[in-house]
């Protein structure tokens, strides 16, 4: 509190301080404020531009996602899983939630996957693939965050 109390003395006092005088401004000192100012203006012209992300621009098997007739389990979102009568939203739900997948078999091995589930898989296990699993991808898999 009495840090606080002494600031506020300090700044009060500072505002009634008389100020320098200000030297006489020549052709010399406004070359050199110019360049300074447009140095520094520079500068953070330079700072502000961001840095070049390291994203991935180009994703190999972004067909599987859900563009094309193959589906890949370990990375499509379960929206993708609409264009199979049956699959969605309980065996698909079930497919995204227990990922990743080695191999499209080990889909049969996801615990609480009902007879009826495990049909529709092999119906439709063709149609299936399984890439390597992208994070990019990953955290979408359940809730894209499209609704209608």
């Known amino acids: 509190m ?19 005088q200000p030297s ?11 360049r300074s100012f447009l140095g520094a203006a520079a500068a953070f012209g330079a ?8 994203a991935k621009i180009d994703y190999e ?25 049956g699959m969605y939203p309980n065996a698909a739900g079930k497919i995204v ?3 990743p997948y ?7 091995n996801i615990p609480g996957l009902t007879a009826g589930e495990k049909e ?5 296990e063709s149609r299936f693939t399984a890439k390597e699993a992208a994070p990019e991808y990953v955290i979408d898999r359940i809730n894209n965050g499209l609704y209608r």
């Open 2 to 20: 009495k840090l606080a109390i002494v600031a506020a003395l300090v700044s009060s006092a500072a505002a009634f301080a008389p100020n320098a």
């Open 24 to 34: 006489a401004q020549t052709a010399l000192n406004a070359e050199a404020d110019r």
């Open 47 to 54: 700072a502000a531009i961001p840095a070049a992300a390291n």
């Open 61 to 85: 098997n972004v067909g599987y996602l859900g563009g094309s007739s193959i589906i890949d389990i370990n990375n499509a979102n379960v929206r993708a899983y609409l264009r199979l009568p």
């Open 97 to 99: 939630t227990h990922g």
């Open 102 to 108: 080695k191999q499209v078999s080990d889909l049969y």
């Open 120 to 124: 529709v898989i092999k119906k439709y």
